[in-house]
T-cell receptor, first 113, second 113 residues
Framework: DGGITQSPKYLFRKEGQNVTLSCEQN?????MYWYRQDPGQGLRLIYY???????QKGDIAEGYSVSREKKESFPLTVTSAQKNPTAFYLC????????????FGPGTRLTVL | QKEVEQDPGPLSVPEGAIVSLNCTYS??????FMWYRQYSRKGPELLMY????GNKEDGRFTAQVDKSSKYISLFIRDSQPSDSATYLC?????????????FGKGTLLTVNP
C-alpha cells in the first residue's frame, strides 16, 4: 500500500529534551511538508522540502530542524528551543508543481511533561 | 487581514440537512482550491479539488469557487453522522517555486442522527 507513515503516534518529552519525529512516504513524491496543528489554530507550516537535500522554513520554523537526505524520509526534530512544543504534528507529501494535492500522514501527538 | 478566513463553528445539524461551509481569501493569485476532511485525531484527507472558478460535484459534495468575490464553498447534501468532522479549506497560487498550501482554521461539523 502506498502512503505516508508517521511514528510514533504518541510521544512524551521532558522539558529540555530534543525529540525527533519520523515521516516516511512511498508515494514517490518529491515534496514533503511538516505542519503543526493546535486547537483553534488550523495547520501551520513548519518546514517544507521540494527536493532531496533542500528545504525551506515555513511560517513557524523557530525551535525546529529538519533534514532531507532521502526522497522517502523527512524527519522533524523538536528542539529544546521550541517554547511550546505540545501539539499535533502532521507530515504531508505531494508531487512538485502548482497542483500539489497534499497527502497527509496519521500524525504524531507530542506532549511535553 | 488573514490570507484565508474560515468560520470555526462549531456547526451542528440534523441528519439529512444540507450543510454549507465557506472560506474567504484575500490573495487574488490563488488558483487552486481544496477541501480536506479531518476526523478527530487523524490526518486530513482530500475531499474536493477545483481549479479557478466554477463548480465541481462528487456524490453528495459540491465545491464552488467565486474568484470575483474571493469566496469558496463546500456543500454537503443529505448529511450523515459519518460526515461529522473538521473541514479545512486550502488554496495555492500558480506562481513562484514553493507551491505552498494556505489553510483555513477549519470548521467543526456535527451531524446528529
Amino acid at each position: 500500500d502506498g502512503g505516508i507513515t508517521q511514528s510514533p503516534k504518541y510521544l512524551f518529552r521532558k522539558e529540555g529534551q530534543n525529540v525527533t519525529l519520523s515521516c516516511e512516504q512511498n508515494l514517490n513524491h518529491d515534496a514533503m511538508y511538516w505542519y503543526r496543528q493546535d486547537p483553534g489554530q488550523g495547520l501551520r507550516l513548519i518546514y517544507y522540502s521540494q527536493i532531496v537535500n533542500d528545504f525551506q522554513k515555513g511560517d513557524i520554523a523557530e525551535g525546529y530542524s529538519v533534514s532531507r537526505e532521502k526522497k522517502e524520509s523527512f524527519p522533524l526534530t523538536v528542539t529544546s528551543a521550541q517554547k511550546n512544543p505540545t501539539a499535533f504534528y502532521l507530515c504531508a507529501s505531494s508531487i512538485r508543481g502548482p497542483y500539489n494535492e497534499q497527502f497527509f500522514g496519521p500524525g504524531t501527538r507530542l506532549t511535553v511533561l | 487581514q488573514k490570507e484565508v478566513e474560515q468560520d470555526p463553528g462549531p456547526l451542528s445539524v440534523p441528519e439529512g440537512a444540507i450543510v454549507s461551509l465557506n472560506c474567504t481569501y484575500s490573495n487574488s493569485a490563488f488558483q487552486y482550491f481544496m477541501w480536506y476532511r479531518q476526523y478527530s485525531r487523524k490526518g486530513p484527507e482530500l475531499l474536493m479539488y477545483t481549479y479557478s472558478s466554477g463548480n465541481k460535484e462528487d456524490g453528495r459534495f459540491t465545491a464552488q469557487v467565486d474568484k470575483s468575490s474571493k469566496y469558496i464553498s463546500l456543500f454537503i447534501r443529505d448529511s450523515q453522522p459519518s460526515d461529522s468532522a473538521t473541514y479545512l479549506c486550502a488554496m495555492s497560487d500558480s506562481g513562484g517555486s514553493n507551491y505552498k498550501l494556505t489553510f483555513g482554521k477549519g470548521t467543526l461539523l456535527t451531524v446528529n442522527p
